[in-house]
């Protein structure tokens, strides 16, 4: 099996298939590799793609610690993929927690994306939803250390940004489930206190996200309502972005509306490699609503 090794020696298991520019996909909290399974399928046809597993799920490594779990680990964890396969530059697609790995990257590490898709990304972000989001954390990590995952994951797949799935897509839902249920309960603890818990508000990075300018796509459910307003937040101070809800759709979007989701990328995606991709043009920031004072 394929593993990329960490500076602190963390194993992570990832996949790939295709060949062409590569692109890597960062997994949810609630998913693993597995999730990207769609979108494996698809762009695989055209491009070199790479799902991983995030430290803390099987068949990657599960640190023990909760402190070798946090928001600059997981962003890192996606520059030791590319580094394990060669990769100099690739375009990054993240949903959720993997969507703030990938803005993360696009920080720490501007030199080595092409592109930047930051899906379903918000939770917990508002600064009147901190503590609320912080307590649920510790909730969730007390939950999986005393329940185990497969109870855990009987109750969380059903939260109010996921029924959406369930109601358009039992079948796919059912699997969603039943991978979350078999995920490490002591990784994904873990994976809630040093990562989910930690990072930092988004309001907090708007000084970072107006120096970006690696093309950026946000993506987001109309369902998502803790990712609504982040939403438009990264899509008013990134200058190199642009915003796109889909309709009808919660959290798990790409899993959700699959077809929906691959056609937004993709375009994006063919736009970039062209050239194409815009940065926001200094007269819409002007203080007028007519642009005649």
Known sequence: MPYATTDDSVKLWYEETGSGQPIVFVHEFAGDHRSWEPQLRHFGQRYRCI???????????VPESPDRYSQNRATDDIA???????????????????GFATLHFGFRHPKRAKSLVVAGVGYGAEKEQQGKFRGEVEAVAQALREQGMAKFAEKYAY?????QFENKDPRGFAEFKQQLGEHSALGSANTQLGVQGQRPSLYDLVEDMRKLTIPTLVLTGDEDWPCLAPSILMKRE?????????????????????????????????????GRWPKRDPR?????????K
């Open 159 to 163: 939260g109010p940004t996921r029924v």
């Open 80 to 98: 030791a993929i590319l580094d394990a396969l060669k990769i100099d530059k690739a375009h990054i697609v993240g949903l959720s927690m993997g």
């Open 284 to 292: 819409s920031l002007a203080n007028s609503i007519t642009g005649m």
């Open 238 to 274: 990134i200058p190199s972005s642009a915003l796109s809800v889909m309709p009808n759709c919660g959290h798990t979007i790409n899993i959700e509306d699959p077809d929906q989701f691959n056609r937004l990328v993709g375009d994006f995606i063919v736009q970039v490699e062209a």
């Open 51 to 61: 799902a991983y597993a995030a430290r803390g799920y099987p068949p990657s490594d």
